[in-house]
């Protein structure tokens, strides 16, 4: 037996959480379930929308399956999704792309994988405001220390890339391909511009390849690379990016394959992994049995994986496959005409994924 932690997060989280652990139990994999809140409606009962029983739950069990949490505005709460990423050092954000059959989208075979680095970059938040003292600082110097001037109207916000992070993101990539018979991984980066981090990226990554000899291994310009997947996504595999680019191109491949319905993912680092669907909390659909549940069983696909359960998961993602292709028992969003009265609720559809195992 093996404990998940299943935070049933808030707005159509308890829906399709419930709808992905009934899935996943029918495939046989034997999960025993941890439920733990989380998100804004339990603010005012813990006075936090993080509770430290569920925090320490994840902790504990190093594998959670997480429904959305909204991400309250102007409480002074901060991200509960960004809190736990950094508390856990979850580094690799995982997000496979692929084509299901009687899914709408303009392209048909698409299976990419997105790895981004979740820990580095401009998203480090390492921010400075525009006219504080600090920014005036750091404008001085950097005028006084190179050729390029920065005027003293600007805000900066900085761009570290390290050698231990870019290393362990692409062990993960190479790992990961390995593992699932992948044939290629990409290294996506802009160093033709910024020599010293995307350079820096680039370089090691090189160095990584080469202990996988038995996966094919090439870089891509970033703008390239972007025109290449929307004219031939099927020479790409596992593609590899720092963190602003992975949060851009991760979008663009789940709108390759039909949108953020279908778009599962996963944060993954050495102290856990939390498994979620791309999409949030979708609060005015809270509570109607409307939305589609399938990114969040697509990512307890990718749990089962993780956890070694190869046959449950691949029972569930033929399920899903299935029903979809089928086109009758699913929610409106995957109707050709969204008001169609034949559409059923995410518990009917999870009904039908199980009815299919
Ligand atoms: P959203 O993903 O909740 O909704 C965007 C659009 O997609 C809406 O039209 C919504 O109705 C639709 N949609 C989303 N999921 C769907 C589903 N399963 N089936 C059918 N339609 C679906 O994005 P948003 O409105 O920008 O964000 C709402 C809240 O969710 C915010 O507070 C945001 O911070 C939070 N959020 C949380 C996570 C997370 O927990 N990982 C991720 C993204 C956003």
């Given at each position: 037996?093996?404990?998940?932690?299943?935070?049933?997060?808030?707005?159509?989280?308890?829906?399709?959480?419930?709808?992905?652990?009934?899935?996943?139990?029918?495939?046989?994999?034997?999960?025993?379930?941890?439920?733990?809140e989380a998100g804004t409606e339990v603010m005012e009962k813990f006075g936090t929308p993080l509770p430290e029983a569920t925090f320490e739950s994840v902790r504990r069990n190093g594998v959670a399956l997480k429904a959305p949490i909204t991400t309250p505005v102007g409480t002074g709460f901060r991200s509960v999704n960004v809190y736990m990423r950094q508390q856990l050092d979850l580094y690799a954000c995982?997000?496979?792309?692929?084509?299901?059959?009687?899914?709408?989208?303009?392209?048909?075979?698409?299976?990419?994988?997105?790895?981004?680095?979740?820990?580095?970059?401009?998203?480090?938040?390492?921010?400075?405001e525009k006219g504080a003292d600090d920014t005036c600082e750091l404008i001085d110097?950097?005028?006084?220390?190179?050729?390029?001037?920065?005027?003293?109207?600007?805000?900066?916000?900085?761009?570290?890339?390290?050698?231990?992070?870019?290393?362990?993101?692409?062990?993960?990539?190479?790992?990961?391909?390995?593992?699932?018979?992948r044939r290629k991984v990409t290294?996506?980066?802009?160093?033709?511009?910024m020599k010293y981090s995307d350079g820096l990226w680039l370089q090691v990554s090189r160095e990584v390849a080469k202990d996988y000899p038995d996966i094919e291994f090439e870089d891509r310009i970033v703008d390239n690379m972007c025109m290449q997947l929307i004219q031939k996504p099927e020479l790409y595999d596992v593609i590899v990016l720092p963190n602003l680019y992975g949060d851009i191109i991760s979008d663009l491949c789940a709108g390759l394959v039909g949108g953020l319905g279908v778009a599962p993912g996963a944060n993954i680092g050495e102290k856990g992994a939390i498994f979620e669907a791309t999409h949030?909390?979708?609060?005015?659909?809270?509570?109607?049995?409307?939305?589609?549940?399938?990114?969040?069983?697509?990512?307890?696909?990718?749990?089962?994986?993780?956890?070694?359960?190869?046959?449950?998961?691949?029972?569930?993602?033929?399920?899903?496959?299935?029903?979809?292709?089928?086109?009758?028992?699913?929610?409106?969003?995957?109707?050709?005409?969204?008001?169609?009265?034949?559409?059923?609720?995410?518990?009917?559809?999870?009904?039908?994924?199980?009815?299919?195992?």
């Open positions: 037996m093996t404990n998940v932690t299943l935070i049933t997060g808030d707005g159509i989280g308890p829906e399709i959480a419930d709808a992905a652990r009934r899935c996943i139990d029918a495939t046989g994999a034997d999960i025993k379930w941890e439920p733990a995982l997000r496979p792309c692929k084509s299901y059959e009687g899914v709408r989208s303009r392209y048909t075979d698409i299976d990419l994988v997105v790895v981004r680095e979740n820990t580095e970059d401009l998203y480090a938040g390492i921010e400075y110097w950097l005028n006084a220390h190179s050729d390029r001037k920065v005027t003293a109207d600007s805000g900066i916000s900085i761009k570290p890339i390290s050698v231990g992070a870019t290393q362990r993101v692409f062990n993960f990539a190479f790992d990961y391909a390995r593992k699932m018979g290294s996506v980066h802009k160093a033709n511009i949030g909390s979708a609060p005015r659909y809270a509570g109607q049995n409307k939305v589609n549940p399938t990114a969040l069983i697509l990512s307890g696909v990718l749990m089962l994986r993780h956890l070694g359960k190869m046959a449950e998961a691949d029972r569930l993602e033929r399920a899903v496959a299935a029903v979809i292709a089928e086109g009758k028992s699913v929610t409106y969003d995957m109707k050709a005409d969204r008001t169609d009265p034949t559409a059923v609720g995410t518990k009917e559809m999870a009904d039908a994924i199980i009815a299919r195992m």
